[in-house]
């Protein structure tokens, strides 16, 4: 950055204000300024993260690559309309949420004991992380089917004390089989939400690449079209001089 000011002379300020890249050369200061203040923070460890940041210079070179700069574009487009789609899946998780709890609450609480747990675990399924576990507990109850939270202890720790944190300990008092409610709550929950809603997303982010990749062609079609024009009116503009000597030639 220094380096880059000296050679600007006796007009450093140039380095700030170049048409082309002063603004990449101001966020290069703005992230060494930052550097040198939080240098005596957390052994480094802050500098190393805020010179990180340096990286995100290395989108500049999307706008050399019409594919690349088309692929961002679309996904910017495709967020626009994320956030509704977001949205609806609250919504349905919410409803399902309030579902669960009264269907599976007594047998699973640590799962469905509230609305936020039930939302929670109804979140994970939605991703299919790890969902057979939850559906096998209220499939054969509690009692049966004895895996995390539960424990089979007679007295579980009102806490359980593990390297990843602590956890509320579950005991189960109520151990009640579910097999069908199961089988049509989860198998609906599923498939609303991990076929339809989050297809969704992946739907909306395709329209907005389609979209993004029409307008770089319309883009490069109107490029194509100034070049044309130019060289037609140098030629133009060649044949009248020739044209205009000719002429002189004659007189």
Not at 94 to 116: E, H, T
Not at 128 to 156: H, R
Not at 194 to 223: C, N, P, T
Request: overall charge positive.
């Amino acid at each position: 950055v220094f380096c880059k000011m000296i050679v600007e002379g006796f007009e450093p300020l140039n380095y700030f204000t170049d048409p082309k890249a002063g603004r990449y050369n101001c966020f290069d200061f703005a992230i060494v300024a930052a550097g040198y203040a939080f240098l005596g923070f957390e052994g480094g460890g802050v500098v190393s993260a805020v010179r990180m940041l340096r990286l995100v210079r290395l989108l500049t070179f999307v706008k050399g690559v019409p594919q690349l700069r088309a692929i961002i574009s679309g996904l910017f487009r495709g967020m626009e309309s994320v956030f509704y789609i977001s949205l609806l899946l609250a919504v349905v998780i919410y409803m399902f949420a309030i579902i669960g709890c009264m269907l599976f609450g007594a047998n699973d609480p640590a799962r469905f004991g509230s609305v936020f747990l039930s939302m929670l675990s109804l979140f994970q399924i939605s991703t299919l992380a790890s969902w057979t576990s939850i559906a096998y507990t209220s499939w054969y109850g509690c009692g049966v089917f004895q895996g995390d939270p539960y424990v089979a202890a007679e007295n579980p720790p009102a806490r359980g004390h593990t390297k990843f944190g602590s956890f509320v300990g579950y005991k189960c008092t109520n151990s009640v089989p579910q097999p069908m409610t199961t089988f049509f709550f989860f198998s609906c929950y599923v498939v609303v939400t991990a076929w339809v809603v989050l297809s969704l997303f992946i739907g909306v982010m395709s329209i907005g690449m389609f979209q993004a990749f029409e307008d770089i062609k319309k883009e490069m079609r109107e490029i194509n079209y100034r070049m044309r024009l130019e060289e037609n009116a140098a030629t133009e503009t060649v044949e009248e001089e020739e044209e205009e000597k000719k002429k002189k030639k004659k007189k």
